[in-house]
DNA sequence: GCTTGCCTTCGAGTAGTCCTAAGGTGGTAA
DNA sequence: TTACCACCTTAGGACTACTCGAAGGCAAGC
C-alpha cells in the first residue's frame, strides 16, 4: 500500500507541515517520489514515522530522535545506545504520567469547586470577594 | 512566608525564566518588589503559579490563561466560562495521559526489544540486515 | 576595594509548528 | 477548450513559549 502526506497525516493524527518537517530534516528517508515529485509514503514509512510521532509527543527533541535513527541505520553494533535511549524516554515518560496525573486531581478539584458553587449558590449567596484567597479550595501544598 | 524567584523557581521545578515570563506577561498580577526593585514572592503567589504551572503543563496556551486569571479576578458572574474551562482542560488531560500511556506501550515493546538482543545475540548471531525491517518487532497496527 | 552571588532589564536566539504565496498537475464538466 | 477543483510542491515568514546573554545594580564577606 501506498499513501498521500494527506492520508498519512490524517492516519497519524498531525499535520501535513510536520510531515514535510520531518521529512526534509531526513527523519524518513525512504520516501520516494512520484513522477510529479508528490512524496510516496509505503507502510515502511508509516512505521518509521509512527515512532518519530511517539518519541517527539514523550517529548524527544528532533535532534535526539535524528540521532536515535542514525543509530539503527548504523547497525547492531548500536544497540546498547539505542537500548539506553530508550530506558531513558521510558523513565521520562513515566515521569510525565505522573506529572499530568497530579496535575489532573487539581483540575478535578477545581471542576467540583465551580459544580458546587453553580448549584448551590446560584448568585444568590455571600460572596466575600474576588480577590484570589476566594479561590483557595485547592490551596497549593508540597514537599515538607 | 516570602520568597526569592529563585526559591521559588526550585519550589515549583521551572525556571526562573519562565517566572519572569509570566510575571511580565501579567499572569502574577500580586508579586511585590523590595527596596531593591527584586520580586518578592507571597503564599498567594505560589498558588496562583502552581495553577499556571498546571495549567501551562497541561497544554492550555498562555493566552487562554491570562484570559482565565482575568476572569477569576472579574468575579463570581464569571463561574460558568470558567467551569467550562476547567472541564475541557480536565478531558484535555485525560486525552493526554491515555495517549502517553499508548505510546509508553511502544517504548516498552523497544526497550524489551533491545533487551533481548543484548542477551541472547552478543554480536555472535546471525543479522539479517540493518534495514529498517529489522526493527519491525512492534509493526505498527491501528485503526480498520 | 574586590569578589561573589543574587537580582534586574532588554533584546536576541531557538525549536517545532503553522501558514501563506506562487506555482504545477490531474480530473471532471460545461 | 477552458474553467475549476483538489491536491501536491517549494521557499520563506510568523508564531509560541520559552531560553539565554549582556550589562549593570546591590549586599555580604574577605
Chains 1, 2 share one sequence.
Not at 10 to 36: C, E, Q, W
Amino acid at each position: 500500500m501506498s499513501y498521500t502526506i494527506q492520508e498519512v497525516a490524517k492516519k497519524m493524527a498531525i499535520s501535513t507541515y510536520s510531515i514535510r518537517y520531518y521529512h526534509d530534516h531526513g527523519m524518513l528517508p525512504f520516501v520516494k517520489r512520484d513522477a510529479n515529485n508528490n512524496r510516496v509514503f509505503e507502510d515502511t514509512d508509516l512505521e518509521w514515522l509512527h515512532l518519530i510521532v511517539c518519541l517527539r509527543q514523550t517529548g524527544m527533541p528532533v535532534e535526539r530522535i535524528q540521532h536515535y535513527l542514525a543509530l539503527v541505520q548504523e547497525g547492531e553494533n548500536t544497540v546498547p545506545e539505542r537500548y539506553e535511549m530508550m530506558k531513558a524516554q521510558q523513565a521520562r515518560t513515566l515521569d510525565e504520567i505522573n506529572d499530568l496525573q497530579n496535575h489532573l486531581k487539581t483540575i478535578n478539584l477545581k471542576v467540583d469547586h465551580y459544580a458546587n458553587v453553580l448549584i448551590h449558590h446560584k448568585s444568590d449567596s455571600f460572596v466575600p470577594s474576588n480577590i484570589p484567597e476566594a479561590e483557595e479550595h485547592d490551596v497549593y501544598q508540597e514537599n515538607q
